[in-house]
T-cell receptor
Framework: GAGVSQTPSNKVTEKGKYVELRCDPI?????LYWYRQSLGQGPEFLIY????????DSGLPNDRFFAVRPEGSVSTLKIQRTERGDSAVYLCASSWGQREGYTFGSGTRLTVV | QKEVEQDPGPLSVPEGAIVSLNCTYSNSAFQYFMWYRQYSRKGPELLMY????GNKEDGRFTAQVDKSSKYISLFIRDSQPSDSATYLC??????FGTGTSLTVIP
Protein backbone atom coordinates (compact mmCIF):
# COMPACT_ATOMS: atom_id res chain seq x y z
CA GLY A 1 0.00 0.00 0.00
CA ALA A 2 0.89 3.64 -0.18
CA GLY A 3 1.32 4.14 3.54
CA VAL A 4 1.74 2.35 6.85
CA SER A 5 -1.50 0.59 7.73
CA GLN A 6 -2.49 -0.17 11.33
CA THR A 7 -5.43 -2.28 12.35
CA PRO A 8 -7.71 -2.01 14.12
CA SER A 9 -7.95 1.77 14.30
CA ASN A 10 -9.76 1.50 17.62
CA LYS A 11 -9.83 -1.29 20.17
CA VAL A 12 -11.77 -1.43 23.43
CA THR A 13 -10.95 -4.33 25.69
CA GLU A 14 -11.61 -5.37 29.25
CA LYS A 15 -8.91 -5.33 31.88
CA GLY A 16 -7.07 -8.64 31.93
CA LYS A 17 -7.75 -9.53 28.28
CA TYR A 18 -5.19 -10.23 25.56
CA VAL A 19 -4.94 -7.95 22.51
CA GLU A 20 -3.05 -7.99 19.23
CA LEU A 21 -2.31 -4.88 17.21
CA ARG A 22 -1.21 -5.18 13.59
CA CYS A 23 1.12 -3.04 11.51
CA ASP A 24 1.52 -3.32 7.73
CA PRO A 25 4.61 -1.31 6.73
CA ILE A 26 5.34 0.28 3.39
CA UNK A 27 6.47 -2.36 0.92
CA UNK A 28 10.26 -2.67 0.87
CA UNK A 29 10.83 -0.94 4.20
CA UNK A 30 13.22 -3.08 6.22
CA UNK A 31 12.96 -1.19 9.50
CA LEU A 32 9.80 -1.15 11.62
CA TYR A 33 9.20 0.68 14.87
CA TRP A 34 6.49 0.56 17.55
CA TYR A 35 5.68 3.48 19.84
CA ARG A 36 3.05 4.27 22.45
CA GLN A 37 1.60 7.78 22.75
CA SER A 38 -0.47 8.93 25.69
CA LEU A 39 -2.62 12.06 25.57
CA GLY A 40 -0.55 15.23 25.58
CA GLN A 41 2.73 13.32 25.36
CA GLY A 42 5.22 12.52 22.65
CA PRO A 43 5.58 8.98 21.34
CA GLU A 44 7.38 6.59 23.67
CA PHE A 45 9.65 4.07 21.96
CA LEU A 46 8.77 0.40 22.46
CA ILE A 47 10.67 -1.78 19.97
CA TYR A 48 12.54 -1.58 16.67
CA UNK A 49 12.88 -4.35 14.06
CA UNK A 50 15.48 -4.58 11.32
CA UNK A 51 14.16 -7.30 9.06
CA UNK A 52 12.75 -10.15 11.13
CA UNK A 53 14.81 -9.54 14.25
CA UNK A 54 14.24 -7.14 17.11
CA UNK A 55 17.25 -4.83 16.95
CA UNK A 56 16.23 -2.95 20.09
CA ASP A 57 13.42 -3.95 22.48
CA SER A 58 14.58 -1.82 25.39
CA GLY A 59 11.38 0.23 25.39
CA LEU A 60 8.98 -2.63 26.11
CA PRO A 61 7.69 -1.74 29.59
CA ASN A 62 7.39 -5.29 30.96
CA ASP A 63 6.97 -8.91 29.94
CA ARG A 64 3.27 -8.45 29.16
CA PHE A 65 4.35 -6.75 25.93
CA PHE A 66 5.75 -8.71 23.02
CA ALA A 67 6.14 -8.04 19.31
CA VAL A 68 6.93 -10.20 16.31
CA ARG A 69 7.75 -9.71 12.65
CA PRO A 70 8.13 -13.28 11.38
CA GLU A 71 8.57 -12.59 7.66
CA GLY A 72 10.18 -9.17 7.82
CA SER A 73 7.04 -7.37 6.74
CA VAL A 74 3.86 -7.30 8.86
CA SER A 75 4.38 -6.92 12.60
CA THR A 76 2.08 -7.71 15.52
CA LEU A 77 2.30 -6.11 18.95
CA LYS A 78 0.84 -8.40 21.60
CA ILE A 79 -0.26 -7.29 25.05
CA GLN A 80 -1.21 -9.86 27.68
CA ARG A 81 -3.31 -9.26 30.80
CA THR A 82 -4.10 -5.70 29.75
CA GLU A 83 -4.24 -3.00 32.41
CA ARG A 84 -6.02 0.37 32.36
CA GLY A 85 -2.61 2.05 32.20
CA ASP A 86 -2.02 0.42 28.81
CA SER A 87 -4.66 2.71 27.30
CA ALA A 88 -2.92 4.85 24.67
CA VAL A 89 -2.44 5.22 20.94
CA TYR A 90 -0.03 2.62 19.62
CA LEU A 91 1.90 3.92 16.64
CA CYS A 92 3.89 2.01 14.06
CA ALA A 93 6.46 3.48 11.67
CA SER A 94 8.64 2.04 8.93
CA SER A 95 11.66 3.14 6.92
CA TRP A 96 14.22 1.75 4.47
CA GLY A 97 17.25 3.31 6.06
CA GLN A 98 18.28 5.35 9.08
CA ARG A 99 15.29 7.62 8.60
CA GLU A 100 14.87 7.53 4.82
CA GLY A 101 11.21 7.36 3.94
CA TYR A 102 10.31 7.26 7.65
CA THR A 103 6.53 7.10 7.78
CA PHE A 104 4.10 6.65 10.66
CA GLY A 105 0.72 4.98 10.54
CA SER A 106 -2.34 6.63 12.07
CA GLY A 107 -2.16 4.38 15.08
CA THR A 108 -4.42 2.04 17.03
CA ARG A 109 -6.30 3.70 19.87
CA LEU A 110 -6.43 1.13 22.67
CA THR A 111 -8.82 1.62 25.56
CA VAL A 112 -8.76 -0.79 28.48
CA VAL A 113 -11.91 -0.61 30.61
CA GLN B 1 16.40 14.61 33.89
CA LYS B 2 14.50 13.75 30.74
CA GLU B 3 16.48 13.20 27.55
CA VAL B 4 14.58 15.96 25.77
CA GLU B 5 12.44 18.84 26.99
CA GLN B 6 9.90 20.76 24.93
CA ASP B 7 7.54 23.54 25.94
CA PRO B 8 4.00 22.23 25.30
CA GLY B 9 2.59 25.69 24.57
CA PRO B 10 -0.03 26.27 23.34
CA LEU B 11 1.36 28.77 20.86
CA SER B 12 -0.96 31.02 18.87
CA VAL B 13 0.28 33.31 16.06
CA PRO B 14 -1.30 35.35 13.25
CA GLU B 15 -1.04 34.13 9.68
CA GLY B 16 2.23 35.15 8.06
CA ALA B 17 4.20 35.24 11.31
CA ILE B 18 7.54 33.51 11.84
CA VAL B 19 7.20 30.67 14.31
CA SER B 20 10.04 29.45 16.50
CA LEU B 21 9.79 26.05 18.16
CA ASN B 22 12.49 24.74 20.46
CA CYS B 23 13.76 21.74 22.38
CA THR B 24 16.63 21.14 24.73
CA TYR B 25 18.34 17.79 25.19
CA SER B 26 20.50 16.30 27.90
CA ASN B 27 23.20 14.19 26.26
CA SER B 28 25.96 15.92 24.31
CA ALA B 29 26.65 12.67 22.43
CA PHE B 30 23.31 12.82 20.62
CA GLN B 31 23.78 13.17 16.86
CA TYR B 32 20.36 12.81 15.23
CA PHE B 33 17.69 15.49 15.42
CA MET B 34 14.24 15.31 13.89
CA TRP B 35 11.12 17.47 13.75
CA TYR B 36 7.62 16.16 13.12
CA ARG B 37 4.19 17.63 12.56
CA GLN B 38 1.20 15.78 13.99
CA TYR B 39 -2.40 16.55 13.17
CA SER B 40 -5.16 15.40 15.47
CA ARG B 41 -5.78 11.64 15.33
CA LYS B 42 -2.93 11.14 12.86
CA GLY B 43 0.58 9.78 13.17
CA PRO B 44 3.56 12.17 13.22
CA GLU B 45 4.88 13.29 9.83
CA LEU B 46 8.64 13.73 9.49
CA LEU B 47 9.46 17.32 8.50
CA MET B 48 13.20 17.69 9.00
CA TYR B 49 16.07 15.32 9.75
CA UNK B 50 19.47 16.68 10.73
CA UNK B 51 22.60 14.74 11.50
CA UNK B 52 25.11 16.42 13.81
CA UNK B 53 25.08 20.20 13.82
CA GLY B 54 24.20 23.14 11.63
CA ASN B 55 21.19 24.36 9.71
CA LYS B 56 18.91 22.69 7.22
CA GLU B 57 16.30 24.43 5.12
CA ASP B 58 13.32 23.01 3.25
CA GLY B 59 10.86 25.49 1.81
CA ARG B 60 9.35 27.51 4.66
CA PHE B 61 10.98 25.31 7.30
CA THR B 62 14.46 25.71 8.80
CA ALA B 63 15.95 23.39 11.41
CA GLN B 64 18.89 24.51 13.54
CA VAL B 65 21.08 22.51 15.89
CA ASP B 66 23.30 24.19 18.50
CA LYS B 67 25.30 21.37 20.03
CA SER B 68 27.21 23.66 22.38
CA SER B 69 23.92 24.62 24.06
CA LYS B 70 22.19 21.27 23.42
CA TYR B 71 19.38 23.24 21.81
CA ILE B 72 17.44 22.57 18.63
CA SER B 73 15.00 24.84 16.82
CA LEU B 74 12.46 24.70 14.04
CA PHE B 75 11.50 27.93 12.30
CA ILE B 76 8.41 28.26 10.14
CA ARG B 77 8.31 31.29 7.84
CA ASP B 78 5.10 32.81 6.46
CA SER B 79 3.00 30.58 8.70
CA GLN B 80 -0.32 29.35 7.31
CA PRO B 81 -3.51 28.14 9.03
CA SER B 82 -2.71 24.69 7.62
CA ASP B 83 0.43 24.69 9.81
CA SER B 84 -1.83 24.44 12.88
CA ALA B 85 -0.79 21.16 14.48
CA THR B 86 1.39 19.75 17.22
CA TYR B 87 5.12 19.85 16.52
CA LEU B 88 7.36 17.20 18.03
CA CYS B 89 11.12 17.07 18.28
CA UNK B 90 13.02 13.80 18.48
CA UNK B 91 16.67 13.34 19.36
CA UNK B 92 19.02 10.48 18.71
CA UNK B 93 16.23 8.18 17.59
CA UNK B 94 13.47 7.30 19.99
CA UNK B 95 13.58 10.26 22.44
CA PHE B 96 10.59 12.50 21.71
CA GLY B 97 9.59 15.79 23.26
CA THR B 98 6.05 16.23 24.54
CA GLY B 99 5.10 18.34 21.52
CA THR B 100 4.16 22.02 21.11
CA SER B 101 0.61 22.82 20.02
CA LEU B 102 0.57 25.58 17.37
CA THR B 103 -2.44 27.50 16.09
CA VAL B 104 -2.08 29.91 13.16
CA ILE B 105 -4.95 32.37 13.12
CA PRO B 106 -6.19 33.55 9.69
Amino acid sequence: GAGVSQTPSNKVTEKGKYVELRCDPISGHTALYWYRQSLGQGPEFLIYFQGTGAADDSGLPNDRFFAVRPEGSVSTLKIQRTERGDSAVYLCASSWGQREGYTFGSGTRLTVV
Amino acid sequence: QKEVEQDPGPLSVPEGAIVSLNCTYSNSAFQYFMWYRQYSRKGPELLMYTYSSGNKEDGRFTAQVDKSSKYISLFIRDSQPSDSATYLCEVNQFYFGTGTSLTVIP
